[in-house]
Nanobody, 124 residues
């Protein structure tokens, strides 16, 4: 049972990358999946998540309008399309199985099972 993130790399500001989270040993369609990132010296933060049926999608404010999460249940993958990248998007990106919570008019998600990360560096 494994989650593997891929697609990271070095890109100039304003560029794009597409990250992919692939599952092996289990069916990803049964789970909500999230992307997290951790920049050097900072805490890990949730970037985006998508529910198992794709009806609930969340983004952290700093990536809204630039990042798009999607899932392909036939391929057993979840992707994160990242456009208009900024230096502050630099970090190690992880995908994880998540639990989505709702309360008090807001919603959030937490990672339950983590895959290995992929490095994203945005620099000129």
């Amino acid at each position: 049972v494994q989650l593997q993130a891929s697609g990271g790399g070095l890109v100039q500001p304003g560029g794009s990358l597409r990250l992919s989270c692939a599952a092996s040993g289990f069916t990803l369609r049964n789970y909500s999946v999230g992307w997290f990132r951790q920049a050097p010296g900072k805490e890990r933060e949730g970037v985006s998540c998508i529910s198992s049926v794709g009806a609930d999608i969340q983004y952290t404010d700093s990536v809204k309008g630039r990042f798009t999460i999607s899932r392909d249940n036939d391929k057993n993958t979840v992707s994160l399309q990242m456009n208009s990248l900024k230096p502050e998007d630099t970090g190690v990106y992880y995908c994880a199985l998540v639990t989505i919570y709702e309360g008090g008019g807001s919603s959030w998600f937490k990672g339950d099972y983590w895959g290995q990360g992929t490095q994203v560096t945005v620099s000129s």
